[in-house]
T-cell receptor, first 112, second 112 residues
Framework: DGGITQSPKYLFRKEGQNVTLSCEQN?????MYWYRQDPGQGLRLIYY???????QKGDIAEGYSVSREKKESFPLTVTSAQKNPTAFYLC???????????FGDGTRLSIL | QQQVKQSPQSLIVQKGGISIINCAYE??????FPWYQQFPGKGPALLIA?????SEKKEGRFTISFNKSAKQFSLHIMDSQPGDSATYFC???????????FGTGTRLQVFP
């Protein structure tokens, strides 16, 4: 059945290393989003994409990068420039101009 | 920066009681107000949503009350159950975008 798949569920990063979080959806949604969740801070938007080959920065894009080469996929790279990457990362999707957003079950990133 | 302020941060309710979570926003250009429910280790799931042309929406034990003039909206959970124990997020969508702005979350604990 349709949904959003995030992988891996847990990820560990060494200092100075880039890591990529996967997000795949089979809902045929145009728009996809990446959020970061920290305790007591709610969900903050990192990047979003409304169509293939186009994406925009959210509120906290520094230290992150994305690509949108396929409609189904929106991977997020946490670069070494992100100094505080430990968080729970959530991917979401929706039809453009239509709510609600549907979420995956997240990837928890920790620093070794 | 546009904000959605959510309170309380945590809430403890006895089984059968009413849980009330409040949100307030600072910009009038919002046109969609969803509430999400999140269990530990999972992504948020849409619980109920309202548009500003409606003052109240009820789905089962869950009700959203919306006060446009006060720029406030609230979630009421009637007959609260232990299975309702989760974190709840309110959000607001700007008129000119698909982006959601989230509140900081309320951790609800319902004790038998």
């Amino acid at each position: 059945d349709g949904g959003i798949t995030q992988s891996p569920k847990y990820l560990f990063r060494k200092e100075g290393q880039n890591v990529t979080l996967s997000c795949e959806q089979n809902l045929n949604h145009d728009a996809m989003y990446w959020y970061r969740q920290d305790p007591g801070q709610g969900l903050r938007l990192i990047y979003y994409s409304q169509i293939v080959n186009d994406f925009q920065k959210g509120d906290i894009a520094e230290g992150y990068s994305v690509s949108r080469e396929k409609k189904e996929s929106f991977p997020l790279t946490v670069t070494s420039a992100q100094k505080n990457p430990t968080a729970f990362y959530l991917c979401a999707s929706s039809m453009s101009g239509v709510q609600p957003q549907h979420f995956g079950d997240g990837t928890r990133l920790s620093i070794l | 920066q546009q904000q959605v302020k959510q309170s309380p941060q945590s809430l403890i309710v006895q089984k059968g009681g009413i849980s009330i979570i409040n949100c307030a926003y600072e910009n009038t250009a919002f046109d969609y107000f969803p509430w999400y429910q999140q269990f530990p280790g999972k992504g948020p799931a849409l619980l109920i949503a309202i548009r500003p042309d409606v003052s109240e929406k009820k789905e089962g034990r869950f009700t959203i009350s919306f006060n446009k003039s006060a720029k406030q909206f609230s979630l009421h959970i009637m007959d609260s159950q232990p299975g309702d124990s989760a974190t709840y997020f309110c959000a607001a969508k700007r008129v000119d975008t698909d982006k959601l702005i989230f509140g900081t979350g309320t951790r609800l604990q319902v004790f038998p």
